[in-house]
């Protein structure tokens, strides 16, 4: 027992004594060997005399990519296993922005850090380290030399930009000897001469050689159409396609983050920031102080070319060139960020997008792919009727970039579709960023991209389709902010249960909050008790008279043309409601001077007063809200001896159930 811990004791002495040197006594060779993950790369390394004479007399660094990141890598493997060396032994805290690769020229591979969920994630070039399996370390002796070796295991192969000549050979090439060299890199099918072209006659040159690290986007020539599109590229425009002190690659650069690029001056103000979208990724150009100012967004088809001074991304169009309308923005890629919505368009007939194309001044909010996904939509993407008034709701004739609805001169526009209009808002997140949501037909549609600017307007992608309910009555109360009172209310003996029947179809008049906040002051008494828990008889009657249930919902448009004699006389889950309705501005045409009316036109008379209908038809998959502006209550509704007349009650609601069929 007593040897024993004399022995471990000595044992730990040992670990500490070494603990600073870490001295193992398995070689690289083998570590790398009996890893069976590391078989692809260990067979390039058993290849190349040069990697096995630097893995046994010096200084290294090996970034080992896994046999999976050799599955996904379809380039050449000649040479490659130079370029996953660094004659610099770096452990993860000793390395620093970049490191030199043992290839001809030596390029440097480039480092990222960047904070992940779990903890810092490092990058090299655009392969992660797989941290917890790097780090390892040893020590050969060459000629009484300790020479330091590490190894760290990294998610992608690193692909150099090479040569496919052998006469013309490349090593460690600047974005402007890649431009420059184009036709002999291994580049696949991209050609890049327009945009050298312009280079050079604008004499940007030095640019793209200057040493440092920079990240470049170059625009391969399919973008440099329509005709008139290479003249725009100019000075300013070559300076904004690169951002420096940044070597921005894919894979570690998060999305919606602008950088600054070479256009940074008080008169002009450009940035470049990532997006990333069903496995595509774009960049986009963000003018926010210039002519035009606006988003430019361009798919990246080459990305992450690592040179000299940084890492070029070929981009499928050039940035900040703003010469194409509304339309032509849509019809440009085949496979773009909105394609679908193109497709929805074109597919419903021609008016639409023969509408959209004579407007002087539209803003769409287009879809995203992904929106076009859900089985909602997809079902009703057959119905072509319907889908030209779903259309119609996602374009306004207006310019409305996204900052005149963050700062709130805009809270609500009319759409295209008659009489219905878009709502927005801008919601403060968590790290103190600004989103705006749109509602349009009971849809709300958060903005993920903004601003991107045609000749004749702007587009804003959205993340869903609007006009198509994907929610119940009852979820919407749930999640809509200004419902909250009435769907707090509606938790009171169940009351909310009923709303989430898919069977049935709802009409439900429902207080925004405001309206029970108006309450409060017009009829104190009564509504303190409505929240009062003890009062939840009340409550619950209180909420059946704003609720009809029915075997069709009714929309303002049908509840007006039922009118009879001027009257509704609807079958609510209590009593019959009895409503006038009325429109104002039915025919006001939104012009640039006219005073835009702030709400719906609908008004709704209600037990001899009338309230406005703040939002009409919110459209749920089962049924419709109409937001409302004051609560159908009066003073007395709350009698505390209960409610004595309830028979009678049942005797006019029966009766008016039938009135309101034969109307129908
Ligand atoms: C849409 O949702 C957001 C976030 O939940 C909310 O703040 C906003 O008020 C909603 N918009 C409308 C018109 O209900
Ligand atoms: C909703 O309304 C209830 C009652 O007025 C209130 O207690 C609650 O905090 C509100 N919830 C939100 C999210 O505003």
């Known amino acids: 027992m007593k040897r024993s811990t004399a022995v471990l004791a000595g044992l730990a002495l040992l670990v500490v004594l070494h603990g600073g040197l870490a001295v193992n006594h398995v070689t690289m060779d083998v570590k790398i060997r009996d890893d069976s993950d590391l078989s692809q790369f260990y067979q390039l390394l058993e290849a190349s005399r040069v990697a096995n004479n630097t893995l046994t007399y010096r200084h290294v660094t090996v970034f080992a990519p896994t046999n999976r990141a050799f599955q996904k890598y379809n380039g050449s493997t ?63 002796k060459v000629n009484g030399d300790v020479k330091t070796q590490v190894l760290h295991i990294i998610s992608e192969v690193l692909e150099p930009v090479r040569s496919n000549s052998a006469e013309m050979p490349i ?58 599109r290479p003249q725009k590229v100019d000075r300013v425009v070559i300076d904004g396609h690169v951002i420096p002190n940044h070597v921005l690659f894919t894979g570690p650069t998060p999305d919606n983050v602008p950088y600054e690029t070479l256009v940074f001056s008080d008169n002009q103000k450009v940035t470049v920031s990532f997006l990333t979208a069903q496995n595509k990724v774009y960049v986009k150009s963000n003018t926010i102080v210039g002519d035009p100012t606006g988003v430019v967004l361009a798919e990246i088809v080459k990305a992450n070319i690592p040179v000299r001074n940084g890492v070029v991304h070929l981009i499928q169009r050039p940035l900040m060139v703003v010469d194409t309308t509304v339309k032509e923005f849509l019809e440009e890629k085949e496979d773009g960020p909105v394609y679908k919505f193109y497709e929805a368009i074109r597919d419903s007939g021609d008016d639409i997008m023969t509408t959209i194309n004579h407007l002087r001044e539209v803003t769409l909010f287009a879809p995203s792919n992904a929106a076009f996904e859900e089985p909602g939509v997809k079902q009703i993407l057959q119905d072509k009727n319907r889908m030209r008034e779903i259309l119609k709701l996602h374009y306004v004739k207006e310019r409305l970039p996204l900052d005149r609805i963050k700062d709130k ?30 509602e349009g037909g009971g849809v709300n549609a958060t903005v993920i991209t903004a601003n991107i600017a045609a000749t004749n307007g702007y587009v804003h992608i959205i993340d869903r389709v609007l006009g198509v309910p994907y929610t119940t009555v009852l979820d919407k109360l749930r999640t809509d902010p200004m419902l909250n009172s009435t769907y707090f209310l509606g938790q009171r003996r169940s009351f909310n249960n009923q709303l989430k029947d898919p069977t049935k179809r709802f009409t439900y008049f429902a207080p925004r909050d405001y309206a029970w906040s108006r309450a409060h002051v ?80 609908y008004q709704i008379l209600w037990n001899e007063k009338w309230i406005r209908v703040f939002r009409p038809d919110v459209e749920c998959t089962n049924g419709i809200i109409h937001v409302i502006d004051d609560v159908f209550m009066k003073e007395g509704d709350v009698k505390v001896t209960g409610s004595a007349s309830s028979l009678s009650f049942v005797a006019s609601h029966l009766l008016m159930i039938l009135i309101a069929k034969w109307l129908l």
């Open 78 to 140: 000649n040479n490659l296993v130079l370029y996953h060396m660094a004659n610099l032994p770096q452990k993860i805290e000793q390395l620093g922005d970049s490191i030199s690769s043992e290839l001809e020229g030596n390029p440097p591979l480039w480092v990222t850090r960047r904070r992940g969920p779990y903890g810092e994630e490092l990058y090299i070039n655009n392969a992660k380290i797989i941290r917890e399996r790097s780090n390892f370390e040893s020590k050969v």
């Open 522 to 601: 017009t009829n104190p008494s009564t509504t303190k008790k409505i929240f009062m828990e003890d009062f939840s008889y009340h409550t619950k009657q209180i909420l059946e008279r704003h609720l009809v249930i029915s075997d069709q919902p009714f929309t303002m448009a049908k509840l007006k043309r039922m009118n009879y004699n001027g009257t509704v006389v609807l079958p609510a889950a209590r009593d019959a409601l009895q409503l006038r309705i009325k429109e104002e501005g039915e025919n006001d045409k939104y012009d640039e001077n006219a005073i835009r009316p702030e709400t719906s036109g």
């Open 409 to 438: 001169s805009v809270s609500q526009v009319p759409t295209a579709a008659e009489r219905k209009k878009l709502y927005f808002n801008v919601v403060q997140g968590p790290t103190g960023n600004l989103t705006v949501t749109v």
């Open 171 to 228: 090593y460690n090439p600047t974005a402007f000897q890649f431009l420059n060299q184009s036709e002999n890199l291994n580049m696949g099918d991209h050609r890049v001469r327009s945009f050298r072209q312009r280079i050079i006659i604008e004499k940007k040159e030095d640019v793209f050689k200057a040493e440092g690290r920079y990240t470049f986007f170059i625009p391969v020539d399919e973008g440099f159409i329509p005709v008139p």
